[in-house]
């Protein structure tokens, strides 16, 4: 069974930083593509961020380019989120989240692995 785990979360104000932790299986981060989604009140899940599991490479969504980067450590059981000079737009649940073996990491109906998610509000 896939078990991912986010931390990070909290309460920031605009201009501040958070770096959200997501803590799954080697296996897991060899085999299939990792992502982060949010959710805000009253919208639909939208994928935020994504990384290659061969060569690490990122995709990022409009909304969070040059202010969010995604990376995995080493050892592979651990990916993050950078988020840099947030704004409250970006108050949401952030989710960790993984695909069933597809590597085609930016078509995020793809994902179908997730975790309980963190809440990141981001107060003006």
């Known amino acids: 069974q896939v078990q991912l785990v986010e931390s990070g979360g909290g309460s920031v104000q605009a201009g501040g930083s958070l770096t959200l932790s997501c803590a799954a299986s080697?296996?897991?981060?060899?085999?299939?593509?990792m992502g982060w989604f949010r959710q805000a009140p009253g919208k639909e899940r939208e994928g935020v961020a994504a990384?290659?599991?061969?060569?690490?490479?990122?995709i990022y969504v409009d909304s969070v380019k040059g202010r969010f980067t995604i990376s995995q450590d080493n050892a592979k059981t651990t990916m993050y989120l950078q988020m840099n000079s947030l704004k409250p737009e970006d108050t949401a649940m952030y989710y960790c989240?993984?695909?069933?073996?597809?590597?085609?990491?930016?078509?995020?109906?793809?994902?179908?692995?997730w975790g309980r998610g963190t809440q990141v509000t981001v107060s003006s």
């Open positions: 990384i290659w599991p061969d060569n690490g490479l990122p």
């Open positions: 080697r296996y897991i981060y060899t085999q299939n593509c």
């Open positions: 989240a993984a695909t069933r073996g597809s590597r085609f990491c930016g078509r995020w109906y793809e994902y179908a692995h």
